[in-house]
């Protein structure tokens, strides 16, 4: 089992940036990919963001592309997840997941992090 823990989400103004984090309680972590996902009220989950295991190849969306950055530090068994020029669209529970066999499927899920962008 690996638990995954999300911070960092608050209330920013519309143009902000924030910083979330996903800790991860194991060390094999460092040979999972690991993604963000978002569900804003009364919406399907969305893809945010995903990293390779090694951190060298990253993935996002158009909606997010050139705003937010996923990276990874292994030492620390942490992923995060800088989002700059935040938008009231951007609105959601931010969710860290984690792929172990790097095949696109997310075996494990972090609680969640609330952002909410003023507009």
């Known amino acids: 089992q690996v638990q995954l823990v999300e911070s960092g989400g608050g209330l920013v103004q519309a143009g902000g940036s924030l910083r979330l984090s996903c800790a991860a309680s194991k060390r094999t972590f460092s040979s999972y990919a690991m993604a963000w996902f978002r569900q804003a009220a009364g919406k399907e989950r969305e893809f945010v963001a995903r990293i390779t295991p090694s951190g060298s190849g990253t993935a996002y969306p158009d909606s997010v592309k050139g705003r937010f950055t996923i990276s990874r530090d292994s030492a620390k068994n942490t992923v995060y997840l800088q989002m700059n020029n935040l938008k009231p669209e951007d609105t959601a529970v931010y969710y860290c997941?984690?792929?172990?066999?790097?095949?696109?499927?997310?075996?494990?899920w972090g609680q969640g992090t609330q952002v909410t962008v003023s507009s």
């Open positions: 997941a984690a792929d172990p066999n790097n095949r696109y499927t997310y075996t494990y």
